[in-house]
């Protein structure tokens, strides 16, 4: 029963990283209606510009914002130059590769300026575990649950109570009835895709401790970030949360307790939740069926 506890805790923090992943995908697909594979790219560029800001000599309190900063006019740039020019195309391919080129183009760039080695993260808390009963938790572990629960409370505020927000999401939803009441939906989709990169670089910059930082370390958490997203719904942020945590801890328990699977075999789990999802369920747990008109 404690190897059980102490796995699902461990699972929970991780599924909450893989919840803020899947939060910045959701936030690109409600903005644009596609999927960023470039997203694990970008936040991890960003959190390389994290860790340059802390050895120019900024504390990490001030580098991690720095960087998430950077990474909001990224997203934006991102948005206007090369995501919204093919925007209005029927076809949303053009608009995957172009993602796709993105992650090959920053993960290259990554390792050209700053190296393929790994580089050690500090840490944002240092200290003794946490002991919680029978499980143990460290203390960034508990720093990265905390700071996922404060971005999906400022994004609830954010998205209900403020002007910005709901201008967002109306811009999101219907485009051509937005601009009609003068709502300015480039600017919005900008906005959603900056929120998107910054959400990213303080994800990836609370797993780098854990992860070591280097150009390849996200590309096991985009899978599952991707199946967090696609199990909550594409367009549910409340889903994307409830699917990271699904997801991490349905992966660290199937690691655990299935002796074929191991840890070297996680990313199958993922694997088989999207396909389980899109096969019984396709617009996920809190997502929104689409009824489209013949």
Avoid at 35 to 54: D, K, L, P, R, Y
Wanted: charged share 10%; net charge positive; aromatic share 8%.
């Amino acid at each position: 029963m404690q190897v059980f506890a102490q796995q699902v805790v461990d699972g929970l923090t991780w599924g909450a990283l893989y919840a803020a992943f899947a939060l910045s995908i959701v936030l690109v697909y409600r903005a644009s209606g596609i999927v960023n594979f470039a997203q694990g790219e970008m936040a991890m560029f960003s959190a390389f510009f994290a860790w340059q800001f802390h050895q120019w000599g900024a504390p990490l309190y001030l580098a991690i914002p720095g960087a998430m900063v950077v990474a909001f006019l990224a997203g934006a740039a991102t948005e206007r130059v090369l995501i919204r020019p093919l925007a209005g195309s029927p076809d949303h391919m053009p608009l995957v590769i172009i993602t796709l080129g993105l992650m090959l183009v920053l993960n290259s760039a990554a390792g050209w300026i700053w190296g393929v080695q790994s580089r050690e993260f500090p840490a944002m808390v240092s200290g003794p575990v946490i002991t919680l009963g029978p499980v143990v938790m460290s203390r960034q572990s508990v720093v990265i649950v905390g700071a996922v629960v404060v971005i999906a409370a400022l994004l609830f505020v954010l998205f209900q109570r403020t002007r910005v927000g709901l201008a967002m999401r109306a811009a999101a939803g219907n485009p051509d009835s937005a601009q009609l009441i003068g709502v300015p939906v480039g600017r919005m989709l900008m906005i959603g895709w900056g929120l998107a990169a910054a959400i990213g670089a303080l994800a990836a910059s609370l797993a780098a401790p854990q992860l070591f930082l280097q150009p390849n370390m996200l590309v096991a958490s985009l899978i599952y970030s991707l199946a967090a997203a696609v199990l909550g719904g594409l367009d549910s942020p409340v889903g994307a949360i409830v699917g990271g945590l699904c997801v991490g801890v349905a992966e660290n328990l199937a690691g655990t307790y299935i002796s074929w699977i191991g840890h070297d075999f996680k990313q199958a789990v993922a694997l088989v939740l999207i396909l389980g999802v899109l096969l019984l369920k396709p617009e996920g747990l809190f997502g929104v069926r689409k009824v489209a008109r013949v």
